[in-house]
């Protein structure tokens, strides 16, 4: 089974990583950014997933890059909202058919970049500066046998961090421990339902040709019938995360791209019956290894009888 235990390292840590990206979008403006994605990949390279200042932390400041992609969504904007001025600006007898079109993509485009631009600053901050109302702790948080009865950000982090330091194995980015997975969100593993692993090619045809676009996700959905997707760039790595959790939830739905929908979909009476064959597997498992444990008690205890 492949997987990587953490090595620690230093470099540009929180919050001079923070001051040096703002220094360097002062002088350099947009051009700032390869430089910025540049440190952010030596950063990553020198503190794997955090393991410094803490896993979950590292993951919702990380969300801070989404301010570059904001930044960028932001350019786009302007630039539909400038053609779709000019075009109304021109005479109507001068309009075709095309520019129709234009200024509708441009009138539409424009406002929901926008709008989405103005989301991405929104979740940046609100994940970076404020990480007990992150998406990463609210999903640990109702995971929990009594939500609004939750400890604060830092213990709730301490659980999972704990975790993945004494029990963690990596694949790519995803952290799996004794209880906790650490992806885009958190999962608990003895919630987990079904594991599913998605490796699909698509194929979209353009002027200048065929396009391919492949889409590699382990999808886990959980009793309470949520999804979590994380995306991975290595078809490996995500089969062995797959398969490493299946040892830890051997009773679990496995399956590969459409069939974690289908399962997802499910009425809500197949979903009791599964929960409850679920349950039914799992309490015969624990009673058997209950039995053999037992067995071997007895079988050491009469080797040091007739010893």
Same mark, same amino acid.
């Given at each position: ?100 079109? +234009? ?12 709008? =989405? ?10 994940? +970076? ?37 004494? %029990?963690?194995?990596?694949? =790519? ?13 958190? %999962? ?17 045809? +353009?002027?200048?040709?065929?396009? +391919? ?14 999804r979590n997707v994380t995306s991975f760039n290595s078809l490996k790595?995500?089969? =062995? ?67």
């Amino acid at each position: 089974m492949k997987g990587k235990k953490e090595k620690k390292g230093g470099f540009l840590r929180w919050p001079w990583n923070v001051i040096v990206y703002v220094l360097l979008v002062l002088v350099l403006r947009i051009f700032a950014i390869p430089v910025i994605l540049i440190l952010m990949w030596v950063q990553r390279k020198n503190n794997p997933h955090g393991v410094e200042e803490g896993y979950c932390l590292s993951r919702t400041r990380k969300r801070l890059t989404w301010l570059i992609w904001a930044l960028l969504v932001f350019v786009v904007s302007a630039a539909l909202f400038c053609m779709l001025k000019v075009g109304l600006d021109q005479e109507r007898t001068y309009w075709e058919t095309m520019d129709y079109v +234009t200024l509708a993509v441009c009138g539409v485009g424009g406002p929901l970049l926008l709008i =989405a631009g103005i989301y991405l600053v929104y979740v940046a901050i609100r994940d +970076t500066f404020f990480p007990e109302k992150s998406t990463l702790a609210k999903s640990i948080r109702e995971q929990l046998p009594y939500p609004d009865e939750a400890p604060p950000v830092d213990k709730l982090f301490a659980m999972v961090d704990e975790d993945l330091k004494e %029990n963690g194995l990596w694949f =790519a980015s995803v952290g799996i421990g004794k209880e906790w997975v650490l992806g885009d969100k958190v %999962n608990k593993i003895d919630r987990i339902r079904g594991i599913f692993v998605v490796n699909e090619i698509h194929r979209h045809h +353009t002027e200048t040709g065929v396009r +391919t676009n492949r889409t590699m996700e382990l999808v886990l959905i959980d009793d309470r019938w949520q999804r979590n997707v994380t995306s991975f760039n290595s078809l490996k790595e995500l089969q =062995a995360a797959a398969d490493y959790l299946a040892l830890q939830v051997p009773d679990a739905r496995r399956g590969v791209n459409g069939a974690n929908m289908k399962f997802w979909n499910m009425k809500e009476e197949e979903r009791e019956n599964f929960e409850r064959e679920f349950r039914q597997k799992q309490n015969l498992r624990a009673s058997e290894w209950m039995q053999q444990e037992v067995l071997g008690g007895k079988r050491r205890g009469m080797g040091d009888y007739f010893g």
